[in-house]
């Protein structure tokens, strides 16, 4: 097993000028018989660099490694499942639930090459971190010991390695109906709020929540796309939309930048790159969080 640790070589940034050098550890098992891996047995490393996963250094350890398992910088999410990709690893990697809505992920997703883990699938997850590490974040507790958490929300496993739930089916119980199932403006597909309600007598193609990744079975469900406007994918957009004019719920209105938000709120015009589903009420068009598009394979 082999472990890499990431040294920033700005001494005054996020140091404590107590190492000069990225480290990474190198286990090859027990020898002495103790069953556990004591500090002898585990060889420690200095990188020549900073230890970035990037670096020559790193992908010359990747390139040995049979599966890698990490917490990878959220923003640079893409990049990392990208180099993993590239060099035809097994992995398994924590990551934020939205990084299901970035192009280069969503087209592994479709294509079967990448999924979400088992273990997580709901809620948020605490993450330890070093007792002088400063809580700024909304959500973080220390415990009797004096042990730091922070929470973060929305985290999920993305992973490349098959488990036996996956291919368990969803159980479905709801029949279609128009007034429960209203059809987007400007995609063929019907909106479906909860993954636990999709309907199971509904033929064509339907908009589930990006948390139906969480039960996705790919011999239950064929994905067809994601909304926002993607051609790429089997499922595209049925018409464009330009010159955004937003109308908030107390009758003002905005245009331009500030009305191609993601929100509740209603549009008169729509923004391109987004959609929507029809309010009846209003007259207006109200727009919604991604939704991923998908027909059921079995009917």
Request: hydrophobic residues 30%.
């Amino acid at each position: 097993m082999i472990a890499t640790c990431y040294k920033n070589q700005q001494m005054d940034l996020f140091s404590q000028h107590d190492c000069e050098k990225a480290i990474y550890l190198e286990y090859e098992g027990d020898k002495n018989n103790n069953k556990i891996p004591d500090t002898e047995e585990i060889g420690i490393k200095h990188f020549k660099g900073d230890g970035d996963f990037r670096s020559d250094e790193c992908i010359k350890l990747l390139k040995q490694a049979d599966i890698v398992l990490t917490n990878p910088p959220f923003s640079l999410f893409r990049e990392y499942v990208t180099q993993l990709v590239e060099y035809d690893k097994k992995f398994l990697i924590i990551g934020n639930m939205n990084a299901i809505t970035y192009k280069e992920t969503f087209k592994l997703i479709k294509e079967n090459k990448l999924w979400l883990g088992a273990s997580i699938h709901s809620g948020d997850r605490e993450f330890g971190v070093p007792k002088d590490y400063p809580l700024h974040a909304a959500s973080s507790r220390i415990d009797e010991n004096g042990n730091k958490f922070i929470r973060v929300k929305g985290v999920r496993w993305f992973t490349n390695l098959d488990y036996k739930e996956r291919h368990e089916d969803l159980i479905l119980y709801k029949t279609y109906n128009q007034a429960d199932y209203p059809k987007y403006d400007n995609y063929d597909a019907i909106n479906v709020d909860k993954t636990k309600e999709i309907p199971v007598d509904y033929k064509g193609a339907m908009g589930v929540p990006i948390t139906f990744m969480d039960k996705y079975n790919p011999e239950q469900f064929e994905i067809l796309g994601i909304t926002a406007g993607r051609d790429e994918f089997e499922c595209r957009p049925t018409k464009r939309y330009k010159n955004a004019i937003q109308v908030n719920q107390n009758g003002s209105t905005a245009n331009g930048s500030k009305a191609n938000t993601r929100s509740t709120l209603l549009y008169s015009r729509k923004p391109n790159g987004t959609y929507y589903t029809a309010d009846n009420v209003n007259g207006y068009l109200s727009i919604l969080y991604a939704r991923i598009l998908i027909k059921n394979k079995k009917l």
